[in-house]
C-alpha cells in the first residue's frame, strides 16, 4: 500500500458525461501529480500542484481541470468525455520541495470507461 | 523539455538469467533523480530504485541495481536472478524539482 488513495477504482459513464476523480496524497506529502495511461501506453504527465498551487501542466486537454484543496486531496474533473479519454488515471504524491522533491508514490489508479 | 527515452519496446529473460532494461535522458541539469518503477498486470506503479545525480554510486536494491553514467545521461536497470513475478512493464523516470517525467517504457517477458 503506497499510502495515496484514489477513488473510484472503476468509473463507467456516457460520452459527453463529465466526471470527477479523487486523489488524497500520502500523509505529509505537499505535491499531487496526475498522469494519465491509455490502454498498453506509456504515462502522459497531465498536470501538477504544489501546497494548492499548480507548478506544472502537461499535456491537459481544455476539458479537463484539476484543483488541490486545504487538506491537499485533489480532484480531476473531465468534461464533454470522448471515446478517447477512456484511461487509467494516475495520482502520485511526493514530499519535499525545490530540486529536492524525491520518488512519486501513486496510487492504484481510477480505471475510466466511455462508453 | 527533459526527454525520458527507452529504447527496448519489449525484452525476455530466462528465469534465474539477468537483463539489462536501457534508459537515456536529456537534461541540462546536473542535480536531479532517476528511478525505475515497475507495473505489472495488476497496473499498480511500484518503485523499484532510485538515484540521486550526485552520487557517483550506483543504487542497488537486492537483485536490482542500476548502471548510472552521468556524462553518457543513460540509466539503465540490471535484474539478476530474474523471476516469474519480474514479469512487467517497467518504467524509468527523470525528475527535477516539480518537472517528472517517463519513458515508455519496456515490456519484460520472463520465460520458466
Known amino acids: 500500500d503506497s499510502g495515496v488513495t484514489q477513488t473510484p477504482k472503476h468509473l463507467i459513464t456516457a460520452t459527453g458525461q463529465r466526471v470527477t476523480l479523487r486523489c488524497s496524497p500520502r500523509?505529509?506529502?505537499?505535491?499531487v501529480y496526475w498522469y494519465q495511461q491509455s490502454l498498453d501506453q506509456g504515462l502522459q504527465f497531465l498536470i501538477q500542484?504544489?501546497?494548492?498551487?499548480?507548478?506544472a501542466k502537461g499535456n491537459i486537454l481544455e476539458r479537463f481541470s484539476a484543483q488541490q484543496f486545504p487538506d491537499l486531496h485533489s480532484e480531476l474533473n473531465l468534461s464533454s468525455l470522448e471515446l478517447g479519454d477512456s484511461a487509467l488515471y494516475f495520482c502520485?504524491?511526493?514530499?519535499?520541495?525545490?530540486?529536492?522533491?524525491?520518488?512519486?508514490?501513486f496510487g492504484q489508479g481510477t480505471r475510466l470507461t466511455v462508453v | 523539455a527533459q526527454t525520458v527515452t527507452q529504447s527496448q519496446p519489449e525484452m525476455s529473460v530466462q528465469e534465474a538469467e539477468t537483463v539489462t532494461l536501457s534508459c537515456t535522458y536529456d537534461?541540462?541539469?546536473?542535480?536531479?533523480?532517476l528511478f525505475w518503477y515497475k507495473q505489472p498486470p495488476s497496473r499498480q506503479m511500484i518503485l523499484v530504485i532510485r538515484q540521486e545525480a550526485y552520487k557517483q554510486q550506483n543504487a542497488t536494491e537486492n537483485r536490482f541495481s542500476v548502471n548510472f553514467q552521468k556524462a553518457a545521461k543513460s540509466f539503465s536497470l540490471k535484474i539478476s536472478d530474474s523471476q516469474l513475478g519480474d514479469a512487467a512493464m517497467y518504467f524509468c523516470?527523470?525528475?527535477?524539482?516539480?518537472?517528472?517525467?517517463f519513458g515508455a517504457g519496456t515490456r519484460l517477458t520472463v520465460k520458466p
Open positions: 523516470a527523470y525528475r527535477r524539482g516539480h518537472d517528472m517525467r
Open positions: 502520485a504524491s511526493s514530499v519535499g520541495q525545490g530540486a529536492r522533491l524525491t520518488e512519486a508514490f
Open positions: 537534461t541540462s541539469e546536473s542535480d536531479y533523480y
Open positions: 500523509s505529509g506529502d505537499l505535491s
Open positions: 500542484y504544489y501546497n494548492g498551487e499548480e507548478r
